[in-house]
């Protein structure tokens, strides 16, 4: 089906469903050459959406190529943006492996759970936001789109209850785990055995959000320099040693000198 029948119109649409706070719907378009989006209303009109458009006409990396914006009422078209406002460079997306490989092909999807929006392009997680108007209200999942002539939408698909939340989880779990040492630095400063121990910082993400109680190990790989009791570092010989945070399949990690035990210099000088 068309999506629009006119070049210089919002194409507008929502899912034949009842409105509330857990969904998932997906919208494949083609031959995308205006900006298509999807979007969660709050009625079935243009009074209040919370969207996502791809910007497909942004074609360098100073361009925005992926917009999640709260829109006001109908009569304010873009120019009605509200408080939450999200966007993303072309460059940024590409350097997260989130930009689209097939342009005239794209899968697009948000879902809803609770207060939590997320946006999908090509199963891979490009936004997770909340809005404080939404909050209290159920909302409908629909298409919304500018320039829409050209494009046909070729599938749509959508889930509630259970099988919105199994779907929401399964895209989350494929997105890889992130480590990272955030205190490297304080780590390689000068270290002498005997010393203080020092405490490891560390970040553990999916998509850029913490990963709650995620299942970590911390280790080093020669023990008789450097104990490890928890996150807590302490120096035990002299020598080189790697620290190293694992997360499943992803790491981090931070190579750390511990200097031999510290004694008194001594100076000797010649000359007048």
Not at 126 to 149: E, H, I, R
Not at 201 to 228: L, N, S, W
């Amino acid at each position: 089906q068309t999506a629009s029948p006119s070049n210089s119109e919002f194409g507008l649409g929502v899912f034949n469903m009842e409105a509330s706070k857990l969904y998932y719907a997906e919208v494949t378009f083609t031959g995308t050459g205006g900006l298509p989006g999807l979007g969660h209303f709050v009625n079935a009109d243009q009074d209040h959406i919370f969207v996502n458009v791809f910007l497909t006409t942004g074609g360098d990396s100073s361009a925005n190529s992926f917009r999640a914006t709260e829109f006001g009422p109908a009569s304010g078209g873009w120019s009605g943006i509200q408080g939450t406002i999200k966007n993303i460079t072309r460059g940024e997306l590409e350097s997260q492996g989130l930009y689209p490989e097939d342009l005239t092909n794209v899968k697009f999807a948000v879902a809803r759970n609770g207060n939590d929006f997320y946006c999908f392009v090509d199963d891979k997680l490009v936004a997770q936001m909340t809005c404080d108007y939404f909050n209290d209200k159920d909302t409908t999942p629909g298409v919304f789109g500018y320039n829409f002539a050209n494009d046909k939408v070729t599938n749509m698909q959508y889930y509630g209850g259970t099988q919105a939340e199994e779907k929401i989880q399964a895209l989350l779990d494929a997105i890889p785990v992130e480590v990272e040492i955030t205190n490297k630095d304080a780590l390689t400063a000068l270290w002498t055995e005997g010393d203080a121990d020092r405490t490891i910082e560390f970040t553990i993400t999916r998509g850029g959000t913490a990963v709650e109680d995620p299942e970590y190990q911390i280790t080093a790989d020669k023990p008789d320099i450097i104990d490890i009791d928890g996150t807590t570092l302490k120096a035990v010989g002299a020598g080189t040693v790697t620290i190293t945070v694992t997360c499943g399949d992803a790491s981090d990690s931070v190579e750390i000198t511990v200097g031999g035990v510290r004694t008194a210099p001594t100076l000797t000088l010649s000359g007048a």
